[in-house]
């Protein structure tokens, strides 16, 4: 099967929310065929008429990298058919086994066409906010390969942002929680994320310069989650709260 194919059953599960067998092992595709394999398959979705909205690094901290097995930075690409409202009542329908971890968002205020480091994220980021992701993996049992959660898109499939505020608060070591019908089901640290969220965006843009793809100005990029993932059920408020950001949420039906 060649990454053509291996990309459209990985869109078609992800379309009809229908788990797929890991893929990577029998058809022997490589790091390097998994980013093209994401690659065709947000290529369908743009024929489709969607749009790129953003990024996601996804095992940037410990507790996803237990939680999953693998312990390798990823990243995968956003669009606005997975864009959530705040509040907004989703149903689960949609997808086949998700579930949310608590996020920390950045808004692209100029093109990033190169490596950055640290010192220079103001020039390229005017703000952030507190989000939730929700992640599907097309995979059975939510179980995957490296090489088979990158050609997945890195189990992307929704999220949601909340109010945006300025870059000036330090946000390397602040409380961050996901909340499920007010109960707090995961907490940890934002410095749980590559030591600072803001070390994501450096590493983002040393991994899509490399790709040769431009972060654009207007796009958003997720940090990765600073605890586990949680599944979703029916009929729930789900919250992250971010200290000094704030609060976002959705409805389960
Ligand atoms: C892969 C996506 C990981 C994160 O924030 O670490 C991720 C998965 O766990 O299915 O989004």
Redesign the pocket.
């Known amino acids: 099967m060649n990454n053509e194919e291996i990309a459209e059953i990985l869109d078609q599960a992800a379309k009809n929310a229908t788990a797929t067998q890991q893929l990577a092992e029998k058809h022997e595709f490589t790091l390097e065929d998994a980013y093209d394999i994401q690659r065709l398959s947000i290529d369908k979705r743009l024929a489709r008429g969607e749009e790129i909205t953003g990024f ?1 690094l ?4 410990r507790a ?1 990298m237990e939680q ?1 097995g693998v312990h390798d930075l990823i990243w995968g690409i956003l669009t606005n058919e997975m864009e959530l409202q705040p509040q907004e009542e989703v149903s689960l329908d949609r997808w086949i086994h998700p579930r949310a ?1 608590p996020e920390i968002a950045f808004r692209i205020s100029k093109d990033i066409e190169e490596s950055i480091g640290l010192k220079d994220i103001h020039k390229y980021v005017d703000a952030m906010a507190p989000a939730l ?1 929700i ?1 599907d ?1 097309r995979y059975e049992n939510f179980k995957f390969s490296l090489e088979d ?1 990158v050609a997945d898109n ?2 992307s499939t929704g999220y949601v942002i909340g109010d945006w505020v300025d870059l000036n608060t330090e946000i390397s070591d602040l409380n961050i929680d996901l909340r499920i019908n007010n109960e707090v089901i995961q907490e940890g640290k934002t410095s749980a994320i590559l030591n600072n969220p803001l070390q994501s965006l450096v590493e983002l843009s040393r991994l899509a310069s490399k790709a040769g793809i431009k972060v654009q100005k207007g796009q958003v990029v997720l940090a ?2 600073a605890t586990a ?1 949680s599944y979703l059920e029916k009929n729930q408020h789900i919250e992250t709260q971010v200290e000094k950001l704030g609060k976002v949420s959705f409805k389960t039906k």
């Open positions: 996601k996804g095992f940037t901290s996803k999953m971890e992701e992640i993996s959660v890195c189990s990765g989650a993932a």
